[in-house]
């Protein structure tokens, strides 16, 4: 049903000083007609032009507003568009809408507008969802990655590598259909070319896409340690505020903590767990068990260690733990006289970072700070700027291709019949259509746009 006219409150809900409703649809202007009166008695309505007027139903007036009417083709849903500036605040929006509800306009889905824009031709998908990642982007560098894809650098990637498949497809269907013809025969030399710049192109793509996932969806990191070696204050430290209790107890964190923070760009999700021991305390033996499902589910640990103590058995299992898992060790309390068995970390930790803190005084934090962004970018802060691939559903498809380029390049190799291998070649592509939107199917899709805000 794209021919019927949808409406919704487009700004944010609540007080302010303007909240706007749009509309897109074939009846936009006419329901417009119905329900506004120009303070110049203009009935026009000029494309992208101004008016100034009154809201009214049965002479009663709703609101003063300002209107705009956009005609199609050039819209964000390359529809008609009506959209109108009322005063913020929940009753005279609401006032409005109801009004254009009654005019026969019907309440937009969530993502409707901008899905118009994709059925429209207007945004593939790719770039349809980097309208979404731009409103909820928490970081400037989310922010740019999702600019950029919705100025369609991803797209052109996906685009250019689907071509160069298309091409291969194309010569093989000929050598198929025509087989008598003298057609220039395709090599297996030729076709193995084509494929294997393809998978350079994928590989290349996934490469940095871990960086392009965390910088849109943020990364988890879990403070790890035994309890009272300065979690807490790690934490607090890490968020220049004092959000977790720190006493000199053992055992005072017993719940989880979790808080956001930006470190040079990069979203994070830290949380602060209670001290891993054995315990007998039934609350605290809860909060440990949380620790360890944290410990298992977290992208990267800060494990702290107590360098004025000694290592105990469970410090030592501990470590061993740890030293499976993408981790940054924090030696804390430093200032104290040194205890720990530093060799027995140093050959558990060789290619990891070190880091001496005193978090007493918030010494070395910066360095812990370094340690993460480092390991984040693998030691590569320009590759930041490479990222095209950060949504998990791009991701997937760009794997799936991956596979099905190599499973076509094993056909090559093995100088399988052309069909046998135009079927991987299709496969691969297929995978790509997914991430523009050639290929996805409709219940995708609509999960795609369910996850917008309403009015977007
Ligand atoms: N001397 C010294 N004391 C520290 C340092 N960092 C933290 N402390 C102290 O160590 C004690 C424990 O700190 P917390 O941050 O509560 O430790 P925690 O690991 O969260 O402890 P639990 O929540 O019990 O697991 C507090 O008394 C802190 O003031 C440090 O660098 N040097
Ligand atoms: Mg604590």
């Known amino acids: 049903m794209l021919n019927d006219t949808i409406v919704a409150i487009s700004s944010a809900v609540g007080e302010g000083a303007i909240g706007i409703i749009r509309m897109s649809g074939e009846d936009s202007l006419s329901i417009l007609k119905k329900i506004f009166k120009s303070s110049n008695g203009d009935s026009l309505y000029k494309n992208r032009q101004m008016y100034y007027g009154l809201i009214e139903k049965n002479e009663t007036v709703l609101d003063e507003v300002m209107v705009v009417y956009m005609g199609a083709p050039k819209t964000y849903t390359k529809e008609d568009i009506v959209e109108i500036y009322c005063h913020g605040g929940i009753i005279?929006?609401?006032?409005?809408?109801?009004?254009?509800?009654?005019?026969?306009?019907?309440?937009?889905?969530?993502?409707?507008?901008?899905?118009?824009?994709?059925?429209?031709?207007?945004?593939?998908?790719?770039?349809?969802?980097?309208?979404?990642?731009?409103?909820?982007?928490?970081?400037?560098?989310?922010?740019?990655?999702?600019?950029?894809?919705?100025?369609?650098?991803?797209?052109?990637?996906?685009?250019?590598?689907?071509?160069?498949?298309?091409?291969?497809?194309a010569h093989l269907e000929v050598c198929i259909d025509y087989p008598e013809e003298d057609i220039e025969e395709l090599t297996y030399d030729e076709i193995k070319k084509s494929f294997n710049e393809v998978k350079d192109d994928l590989s290349i793509l996934l490469k940095n896409a871990d960086n392009g996932r965390i910088i849109r969806e943020g990364i988890k990191i879990a403070i790890i340690g035994k309890p009272n070696v300065g979690k807490s204050s790690l934490l607090n430290a890490l968020l220049k505020e004092a959000r977790a209790i720190v006493t000199d107890i053992a055992g005072t964190t017993r719940d989880i903590i979790e808080e956001h923070l930006n470190i040079q760009g990069i979203p994070i999700r830290i949380i602060d767990t209670a001290g891993i021991r054995k315990t007998e305390?039934?609350?605290?033996?809860?909060?440990?068990?949380?620790?360890?499902?944290?410990?298992?589910?977290?992208?990267?640990?800060?494990?702290?260690?107590?360098?004025?103590?000694?290592?105990?058995?469970?410090?030592?299992?501990?470590?061993?733990?740890?030293?499976?898992?993408?981790?940054?060790?924090?030696?804390?309390?430093?200032?104290?006289?040194?205890?720990?068995?530093?060799?027995?970390?140093?050959?558990?930790?060789?290619?990891?970072?070190?880091?001496?803190?005193?978090?007493?005084?918030?010494?070395?934090?910066?360095?812990?700070?370094?340690?993460?962004?480092?390991?984040?970018?693998?030691?590569?802060?320009?590759?930041?700027?490479?990222?095209?691939?950060?949504?998990?559903?791009?991701?997937?498809?760009?794997?799936?291709?991956?596979?099905?380029?190599?499973?076509?390049?094993?056909?090559?190799?093995?100088?399988?019949?052309?069909?046998?291998?135009?079927?991987?070649?299709?496969?691969?592509?297929?995978?790509?259509?997914?991430?523009?939107?050639?290929?996805?199917e409709g219940d995708i899709v609509k999960q795609i746009f369910g996850q917008f805000c309403l009015g977007k």
């Open 92 to 169: 005279s929006i609401k006032r409005v809408l109801d009004c254009i509800l009654e005019e026969g306009a019907r309440m937009a889905e969530p993502g409707e507008f901008t899905q118009r824009a994709f059925l429209n031709g207007r945004l593939d998908l790719s770039q349809a969802e980097a309208v979404m990642d731009l409103i909820s982007a928490k970081t400037e560098k989310g922010f740019d990655l999702a600019y950029n894809q919705l100025e369609g650098s991803l797209s052109f990637k996906i685009d250019t590598i689907r071509n160069k498949l298309l091409k291969v497809i």
């Open 281 to 440: 305390d039934q609350i605290e033996k809860i909060g440990v068990e949380r620790s360890k499902e944290i410990f298992n589910e977290a992208d990267m640990i800060l494990f702290v260690l107590n360098a004025s103590e000694v290592l105990s058995d469970e410090d030592k299992e501990l470590i061993d733990l740890v030293s499976n898992k993408k981790s940054i060790i924090v030696m804390n309390k430093i200032d104290l006289e040194s205890k720990i068995e530093w060799q027995h970390i140093e050959s558990s930790f060789e290619d990891r970072s070190i880091i001496k803190t005193s978090l007493l005084n918030e010494d070395g934090i910066l360095n812990v700070e370094q340690a993460i962004v480092d390991m984040v970018y693998d030691g590569d802060l320009t590759s930041s700027n490479n990222q095209l691939l950060s949504n998990s559903r791009h991701i997937q498809a760009v794997k799936q291709a991956l596979n099905s380029i190599e499973a076509a390049l094993k056909a090559t190799a093995d100088l399988m019949p052309y069909d046998f291998i135009e079927v991987d070649t299709m496969d691969c592509l297929e995978s790509l259509g997914k991430i523009t939107g050639e290929t996805v």
